[in-house]
């Protein structure tokens, strides 16, 4: 028998799936034909994504008894379906508490179950409101393979679940993952990857769920990395694929026996006593080796701004369905703001699913209406055209009498952003259309919006993009485009509410693009005033900025859901009481 016989192979498949939370039957028929095709394709191992019985996260329908039941008699579903293959899938298990549990599985049995370590409780995780923590990582022998398996946040700590797994023999480390997308995090997460595998001079495989969940996007982009760090496999970003590589498991010991590192790290553990665990035994090599060749494929990796857009794409397109809606409408204004959102619907739902509709009144340009006219005829979508003046003259000489004595101000103003609200809400009850609000999270910081008014609607888009990045993913889709899908016009005008004569945005704000850096520190990086000035910023403008924030809370506590772009978003993502006497300014 040569030498190349003795090698050990392993094929590995990993699903990176687009799941809805509660959609038990629809989750397994996704599992189960990942299954089929992993197992077509001479597949050793088949992995799935976190919680991929039941979606990600559960929230508080984990507190329903009839969930945690359902999703039980899911995976056992999915138990009977695996045989000839080993399977690592995530589900909710239970006994006396309930865990964030990963489920091996071999040729028709519940041969392991592995409990979440490391729950994580920040940003927008509150796992420590449902699960229990686990405290065993054993090693699993699949396919006469070493393999260490462990869930999400696990990998993420150095001395973590991996470093054990590893130090007691796992030649393979697992992660099925749910792992949230904002910009940026495809690139950290990689880079903490390869600082595992150097770590813990073992392969490493990251299996990531993709798709849309009320504020969450998640990005896939699963990885598969050798010992030396070496890229094996990508999987997409933003899109489902079952992902599958051949590892050659034998060069996992060979790297290790040349590592002076792990070797004197191995002997200090073991001088030091420290925690090893033991194997169990799922499966022995495979008898067959013959397997059908795998097919090269190569996946882009985009940056900025495309993947931001894309992921808005895909939040989007999966709010809208997901929530069983079939069309949008949107509040055309000829401004950037609704003209990036009626884009963005487009690409994600089809121009025969979006709805525009123009509400001009007095104070609007001639240039506005065409803007909106121009656009829609870019996009193909329908535009309906509601003039509010009659309402707005109806509204003044009813609060006549109430409003007499004084000026015109900010109430005249919201009165017509109402008035607005009402028609696209008369249009979605009247159609079944969700309206997609047009807000960006620079208006949505400063409170520069209307509440009941440009603020009313089922789906804020962009409530998490800043309006400098607004501008930027415009031209990004004009690019894509080849030509002025969102007309120049759109792009290059002033920005305006066109509330009252001559307004624009700089009238009650800085300019963007100064403002935009000082949310930034002040909302994301939780700076102090104090040191946002010694950034170099204005005093006045700061302090401004600041304390537009503050007072803004119980505004943005009634805005609808919007996409998570950045590392930290408003919402689940940050929570302040709206009463408090604590002002950062």
């Known amino acids: 028998?040569?030498?190349?016989?003795?090698?050990?192979?392993?094929?590995?498949?990993?699903?990176?799936?687009?799941?809805?939370?509660?959609?038990?039957?629809?989750?397994?028929?996704?599992?189960?034909?990942?299954v089929d095709e992993a197992r077509a394709s001479g597949g050793d191992l088949l992995t799935f994504p976190e919680l991929a019985i039941c979606g990600y996260p559960p929230e508080d329908l984990l507190f329903k008894p009839r969930f945690i039941a359902e999703n039980l008699r899911s995976l056992e579903k999915v138990v009977e379906a695996s045989s000839g293959i080993s399977i690592v899938v995530g589900f909710v298990d239970a006994g006396e508490d309930i865990y964030n549990a990963a489920a091996i599985i071999h040729d028709g049995k519940l041969t392991g179950v592995y409990h979440k370590m490391f729950l994580p409780n920040y940003g927008v995780f509150d796992e420590n409101r449902y699960f229990q923590a686990g405290n065993e990582c054993p090693?699993?022998?699949?396919?006469?393979?070493?393999?260490?398996?462990?869930?999400c946040e696990d990998i993420w700590y150095e001395s973590g679940p991996a470093k054990t797994q590893a130090y007691s023999g796992a030649e393979l480390i697992i992660n099925i993952s749910a792992s949230p997308y904002h910009f940026g995090k495809g690139n950290y997460r990689e880079k903490m990857l390869a600082t595992r595998v150097a770590d813990n001079v073992a392969a490493f495989a990251f299996n990531n769920m993709v798709g849309g969940q009320d504020e969450l996007v998640f990005d896939g982009n699963s990885l598969i990395l050798d010992e030396k760090g070496r890229l094996l496999a990508r999987g997409k970003q933003f899109g489902e694929e079952l992902l599958t590589a051949d590892l050659d498991i034998e060069a996992v010991p060979r790297k290790r026996l040349h590592d002076p590192k792990w070797r004197k790290e191995?002997?200090?553990?073991?001088?030091?006593?420290?925690?090893?665990?033991?194997?169990?035994m799922i499966s022995g090599a495979p008898i067959s080796t013959g397997k059908p060749p795998l097919a090269r494929r190569r996946v882009e990796v985009r940056g900025f701004p495309a993947e931001v857009y894309d992921a808005l794409v895909l939040g989007t397109h999966d709010y809208v369905h997901k929530n069983v809606f079939k069309k949008v409408l949107i509040g055309l204004s000829g401004g950037l703001d609704s003209s990036l959102v009626a884009a963005i619907a487009v690409d994600a739902l089809g121009k025969s699913n979006v709805v525009g509709v123009a509400m001009p009144s007095r104070f609007s340009s001639p240039g506005s209406l065409s803007d909106a006219e121009l656009l829609a005829g870019n996009l193909g979508i329908q535009l309906l055209t509601i003039?509010?003046?009659?309402?707005?003259?109806?509204?003044?000489?009813?609060?006549?009498?109430?409003?007499q004595g004084t000026e015109p101000d900010v109430a005249e103003e919201n009165i017509q952003a109402r008035i607005r609200g009402n028609i696209l809400m008369a249009l979605s009850n009247k159609f079944g259309w969700l309206v997609l609000t047009t807000g960006n999270k620079s208006e949505m910081a400063?409170?520069?919006a209307t509440l009941y008014g440009d603020m009313a609607g089922g789906f804020a888009v962009i409530k998490d993009v800043p309006k400098t990045m607004a501008y930027e993913l415009s031209r990004y889709r004009n690019s894509l485009a080849g030509s002025e899908l969102i007309p120049s016009s759109v792009i290059d005008k002033p920005p305006s509410a066109e509330l009252r004569p001559e307004q624009k945005d700089i009238d009650s704000l800085p300019p963007y693009e100064i403002l935009d850096p000082i949310i930034t520190a002040y909302v994301e990086e939780d700076k102090s005033v104090e040191q946002i000035i010694a950034m170099g910023n204005d005093e006045k403008v700061v302090r401004r900025a600041a304390r537009l924030v503050d007072t803004s809370e119980y505004k943005r506590r009634q805005a609808p859901p919007g996409i998570k772009i950045t590392p930290r978003a408003f919402g689940r993502d940050r929570r302040l009481p709206i009463t408090n006497r604590f002002k950062g300014d």
């Open 139 to 151: 090693v699993y022998v699949i396919a006469g393979v070493n393999v260490g398996i462990n869930i």
């Open 446 to 448: 400063t409170g520069y």
């Open 387 to 403: 003039p509010i003046e009659k309402a707005f003259q109806a509204y003044l000489d009813m609060l006549a009498e109430a409003f």
């Open 266 to 280: 191995l002997k200090l553990r073991e001088e030091q006593g420290l925690k090893t665990v033991g194997k169990i």
């Open 1 to 34: 028998m040569s030498q190349g016989a003795h090698r050990r192979r392993l094929r590995i498949g990993m699903a990176q799936l687009n799941m809805t939370v509660g959609d038990f039957a629809g989750n397994r028929q996704k599992i189960l034909k990942a």
